[in-house]
């Protein structure tokens, strides 16, 4: 995790590059939170995801895949803790991919 965060620091906002940093670090918190649990971990996650999709719009290459990032976090999230706006939120995501 230091790594990607160090990384991302060398991404500033405007980086052509800055999503991949964002959705490298969302992933491995996403892999922490799987392996320990820690709530913060996934909601750092989520944010991160939902970052990297203002940076992908419509009809960017990788697009489809950053909504299914994001939706997939929202379902762990919801499995978690029961928030029936992260389902909501879930299938419209996967609707748009």
């Known amino acids: 995790l230091i790594l990607h965060?160090?990384?991302l620091a060398l991404r500033p906002v405007g980086h052509t590059d800055r999503s991949m940093s964002l959705?490298?670090?969302?992933?491995?918190l996403s892999s922490r939170f799987d392996h320990r649990?820690?709530?913060e971990d996934?909601?750092?996650a989520i944010a991160l995801q939902r970052e990297v999709l203002a940076l992908r719009p419509v009809g960017h290459a990788n697009r489809s895949m950053s909504l299914n990032n994001l939706a997939?976090?929202?379902s762990s999230r919801f499995q978690h803790r029961?928030?029936?706006e992260d389902l909501d939120q879930t299938i419209a995501l996967y609707r748009d991919a």
């Open 82 to 84: 029961g928030n029936d």
């Open 37 to 39: 649990g820690n709530d």
């Open 5 to 7: 965060r160090e990384a």
């Open 23 to 28: 959705n490298n670090l969302a992933k491995q």
């Open 72 to 74: 997939n976090l929202l």
């Open 42 to 44: 996934l909601d750092q």
